[in-house]
């Protein structure tokens, strides 16, 4: 999420005023500023995605409500000691909260363990649970000078009772609060280290309290809104009035609660409430990564959430009922279709009960929607083909350049009416001014302005000095090993070792920024950080090398910071393998500020290409389709190791210690992964990477140039707006018809003509669905 205080006064006009009312009583906006914290409420580009989505919601007048888990800690604060990332707490509500509201009338109970029986007739009932309540808290989020303001709804886990007086009273007084304790663990740490059974448990737990105390709030509200008379709950009419998308896998269990809700509370019959869970679900999938799609044991699903695996067999069984009729004899068929996979341990693939349960699934870029599309849901493709499309992801241009890079925003503003900013498509107006030497030196201008204040903050928070005139090389992303820190990190060892061989030689300066954190449990991705910090240390020490290069790695990266560097960089780092991002977002922020991109063709990098021309972009490597060729065909890293003298040099230099001279081992394992495994083929993308990088140093000499590309880019963002994203899921997806209205400043009395119109759902939506959709026929 970021921090709200600067983004609200954005958003309502008042930022001006603000400021000035500051100064007029001796204090500092900027300074006030930095007394909020960053939100601790998401986890890399899919958490910042939410927001930028909840954004663009509110700008289209759209009545949607955000629901999340309300963190007592976030993901946790990154210090790097010795070179290693320590996770530190993410206290970021030490002070309080000054957004939220509690809404402590709203809690709703949430189950856990428990049993099912039966009763006479029939019905089914979980019974014997245990209890907790979520309590909800509201933060709102208004739009950019409209009259709408949504709300961000996020849910804390309470124990039903605080505090057993009767075992205080026998002197137990730690158990005296232990159901309090056990209670709030459930929203205590956003993602816990699942690498051991509870906490694998206590994730789990997370997930079905956020969709089962969100479906009974969705249900509540339904039943206030639904105007069909004294019959409230007509839930024929739930479709018509909510649409509710899974933002990936971890809200799945939403489409089993509420099976479980309109058959065993509400007495609907199994098959009328199939259809319509199916109409009010969407699917985003927002990762190919096997091990990103989420699996829970089955074992583990029947202790926990009893009702929930029966509900989720029946659903399975019905499924592959129509699968068996439409395939007949295909068994492996219904093996890979199956909700149930029953190797490595009997666990429940959550991705295809999205699938299954969801009337629409979108992937995030075009790219990754054919391969969703054609591999990773082929089957499913293949039986509903008119469930897939593809909703290339987008950014805010109110945060990430109205409020991050106010200088451009001007300039832009200059040239352009101020509407831009909430139809940012018309940035393409102005691409005639990219032969305007006047607007691409004040563009310049703007960019020397903003690498200063970025450099000044690594001179106070780093005590590092970077020269201005460098280039500012910047990758910063989730740590991990498909988006390819190594190969950034491959470069950097040898360019240090070119100039520590030729001090001479004709290489442009550069400072290498890298940041991003790596989960608690992933080794390889907090090796990778080790090394990083090595290699800068070495780096930066130098004398002869220091000069030309610098290598910083940003601590503790978040969003406060990233609205620092993304304005101030040269070189956006877009390095993964062809065919494991999904889109990214990153890269649009930097494209928009006018960075250039070095990149693959992978995820929306192909779009952005698209748009920009390859001729203003540093593209490199091997396409999916080689990529899947190579592999298909036999890879062997060995290969592109001895023929390279570069790539062996700097490899060698990992594996012997040049980097931990006082571990000589240390980084043995980062060797072997590249030199024996490779997966993401480092070694066959480094010539081509090491040519796209000699191509960077080239172009940035030429001033000119560079400061064109830079403009097309910016210019050529437009398509990358999260507004247009929300338009299209609107249209497509929800049926709902977005609108944009000004809002009329408050001193001028409205009539009834110009108050925004209501929001009440369109017949746009889907009908009922039959088998071939993915419905089931109703049994009245």
């Known amino acids: 999420m970021g921090r709200s205080l600067a983004n609200a006064m954005l958003n309502l006009g008042i930022s001006d005023s603000v400021t000035q009312a500051l100064y007029d009583f001796g204090l500092s906006l900027e300074e006030l500023e930095e007394y909020e914290s960053d939100a601790g409420l998401g986890n890399g580009g899919l958490g910042r995605l939410a927001a930028c989505f909840l954004d663009s919601m509110v700008n289209l007048n759209l009545a949607a409500t955000g629901y999340g888990i309300r963190y007592d800690y976030g993901v946790f604060e990154q210090r790097i000691v010795n070179g290693w990332q ?145 019959q409230r709950m007509d839930y024929n009419r739930l479709p018509d009035k909510v649409a509710i998308q899974l933002n990936d896998t971890h809200p799945s269990l939403a489409i089993p609660e509420l099976m479980r809700i309109l058959v065993d509370i509400a007495g609907l019959d199994w098959y009328k409430s199939w259809d319509i869970v199916v109409r009010i679900f969407a699917y985003t999938n927002h990762t190919i990564l096997p091990e990103a799609l989420e699996r829970w044991p089955v074992e583990m699903m029947k202790k926990l959430l009893p009702r929930h695996m029966e509900i989720i067999y029946k659903i399975n069984y019905d499924f592959l009922e129509t699968v068996a009729k439409r395939y007949p004899k295909d068994s492996e068929r219904l093996r890979r279709m199956s909700i149930i996979e029953e190797e490595p341990v009997k666990a429940v693939n959550t991705a295809l009960l999205c699938v299954i349960g969801s009337h629409a699934i979108n992937g995030v870029s075009a790219i990754h929607s054919d391969i969703i599309r054609n591999e990773t849901f082929k089957d499913f493709a293949e039986l509903w083909p008119h469930k897939f499309q593809n909703k290339t992801n987008g950014i805010t241009p109110r945060r990430w350049l109205m409020l991050c890079n106010r200088k451009l925003a001007d300039l832009i503003s200059s040239k352009l009416d101020d509407d831009w900013i909430t139809e940012l498509s018309k ?25 200063r204040r970025l450099a000044t903050y690594l001179k106070e928070d780093y005590g590092i000095e970077v020269d201005v005139n460098s280039i500012f090389d910047v990758q910063v992303k989730r740590i991990h090993e498909y988006k390819r820190q190594l190969l950034n990190c491959l470069h950097i060892i040898t360019m240090y070792n070119t100039l520590r061989n030729h001090p001479g030689a004709d290489v442009h300066p550069r400072t290498i920024m890298i940041g991003g954190k790596a989960a608690p449990g992933y080794y390889m991705a ?53 065919g494991t991002e999904a889109s990214g977002t990153g890269n649009m922020k930097f494209m928009l500020n006018g960075a250039l991109t070095i990149g693959t063709m992978d ?54 210690g040049h980097f931990s001279p006082d571990q000589p081992g240390l980084f043995k394992d980062i060797y072997n992964s590249i030199a024996f495994d490779d997966r993401y083929l480092l070694c066959a993308d480094f010539e081509d990477y090491m040519r796209a990088q000699r191509e960077v140093s080239a172009v940035y000499k030429d001033k000119m140039r560079w400061a064109k590309m830079s403009v097309l880019n910016i210019l050529s963002s437009g398509k990358f707006s999260s507004d247009r994203t929300i338009a299209e899921y609107a ?17 001028i009395p409205r009539t009834s003509e110009q108050m925004p119109p209501g929001h009440k759902r369109t017949s746009m939506r889907r009908k009922s669905l039959g088998p071939e959709q993915g419905g089931r026929p109703t049994t009245e």
């Open 731 to 747: 249209y497509d997806i929800w049926g709902v018809k977005p609108e944009r209205h000004i809002a009329l400043p408050p001193s």
């Open 427 to 451: 940035l393409a107006q102005l691409k005639g001014q990219a032969n305007s030497k006047e607007f691409l030196e004040k563009a310049m201008q703007v960019k020397l302005f903003n690498k």
């Open 86 to 230: 320590v996770e530190e707490p993410d206290d970021w509500l030490r002070n309080g909260n000054p957004w939220e509201i509690a809404r402590l009338e709203l809690s709703q109970s949430v189950n856990f363990y428990g049993h099912v029986e039966v009763d006479a007739f029939g019905r089914r009932h979980w019974v014997n649970c245990q209890t907790l309540y979520a309590v909800p808290y509201d933060t709102p989020v208004p739009g950019y000078r409209t009259n709408t303001c949504n709300s961000l709804r996020l849910w804390a886990a309470r124990a039903p009772r605080n505090f057993d007086f009767s075992i205080f009273n026998t002197g137990d007084y730690i158990n005296a609060v232990c159901d309090r304790n056990v209670a709030e663990n459930v929203s205590r740490v956003l993602y816990p280290n699942d690498n051991c059974f509870e906490g694998k448990e206590l994730r789990l737990k997370q997930e079905y309290m956020l969709v089962s105390a969100t479906i009974q709030d969705i249900l509540r509200r339904f039943q206030l809104i639904d105007d069909n008379g004294p």
């Open 603 to 656: 995820g929306a990098n192909v779009e952005m290409c698209e748009e920009v021309g390859q001729e203003n972009m540093f593209i490199f490597g091997l396409r999916v389709n080689e990529v899947n060729a190579l592999r298909k065909s036999g890879y062997h890293p060995q290969k592109y190791i001895y023929k390279i003298p570069e790539l062996k040099e700097a490899l060698e230099q990992i594996r012997d």
């Open 526 to 578: 907090k090796l990778i950080i080790k090394l990083i910090n090595n290699v800068a240390k070495v780096v930066n020490s130098d004398p002869i090398v220091s000069k030309k290069l610098k290598v910083i790695f940003l601590e503790n990266y978040r969003v406060s910071l990233a609205e620092v560097v993304i304005p101030a960089a040269d070189l956006s780092q877009q390095i993964s393998t062809a």
